[in-house]
């Protein structure tokens, strides 16, 4: 690193955010606008598009419904991506950890609402899901500065689950054909890959707070 890439302010040195590497391989510091993080932000500013593309034509099925599905698909996939490049190549940065979650939490929950907005999804489903959503963001935030709480793999299956759910929500297949059979093939995959995916929404709701109030505190050194 160079004297460029540090200002002083008085006898500390500041790192520029900026500086650091965007791909690359390595032990030095990451930019902030590094590939994983500029991904994520990608991501969000897709979400006003894809809500758009959702209502524009009330729930008609047309191109806008399919460019709105595709949209989210490829947003909610590149999830995958960042974080390979983020842990692959040492490009984990604090923004990328707080925008990561900002992006998915962002483009299901508008998925979610969307379709409560079509009447395509009872609304009881989509408030369950947002409070336990937010309430276990707030409860995470509050918590983990004063305890110690295990990670869990069911959390990462619940969005895998919300993704899938939402994907086949959104993709208007059944405007494909006009074969009856198809019709009910389609609406029942929709509903068992939705009742999964809300069905581990609460159940890893539960299993944190369970978690959370079980935890240990931290030791006091630990919060110094």
């Known amino acids: 690193m160079t004297s460029d890439d540090v200002r002083h302010t008085g006898n500390l040195l500041t790192r520029n955010p900026i500086r ?3 791909i690359a391989r390595g032990d030095t510091p990451a930019s902030i606008f ?6 994520s932000m ?5 979400i006003p598009v894809f809500v758009v593309l959702l209502l524009v034509d009330g729930g008609a099925n047309g191109p806008m419904r399919w460019a709105a599905a595709i949209i989210f698909v490829l ?3 590149t999830d995958a991506i960042d974080g390979h490049l983020a842990r692959s190549r040492n490009l984990i940065t604090d923004l990328g950890i707080f925008l990561d979650p900002v992006a998915d939490k962002g483009l299901t929950g508008a998925a979610f609402i969307g379709l409560g907005i079509l009447g395509e999804l009872p609304w009881w489903v989509i408030a369950l899901v947002l409070v336990r959503e937010i309430g276990i ?4 935030s509050a918590l983990l500065k004063n305890r110690v709480i295990p990670a869990s793999k069911g959390g990462k299956l619940k969005t895998v ?3 899938v759910a939402l994907s086949f929500a959104l993709l208007p297949f059944a ?3 006009t074969s009856t059979a198809l019709d009910v093939l389609f609406f029942w995959i929709n509903v068992v890959t939705m009742t999964i995916a809300v069905a581990l929404t609460v159940v890893t709701g539960i299993d944190y707070v369970i978690k959370a109030v079980q935890a240990k505190p931290k030791p006091a050194d630990a919060n110094a």
Do not use: Y
């Open 161 to 163: 689950a919300q993704s």
């Open 42 to 46: 990608v991501r969000i500013l897709l």
């Open 34 to 39: 590094c590939a994983p993080n500029l991904i």
């Open 20 to 22: 650091g590497r965007v």
């Open 175 to 177: 405007s494909l054909t």
């Open 75 to 77: 947003a909610i996939a």
């Open 137 to 140: 963001t707030v409860m995470r």
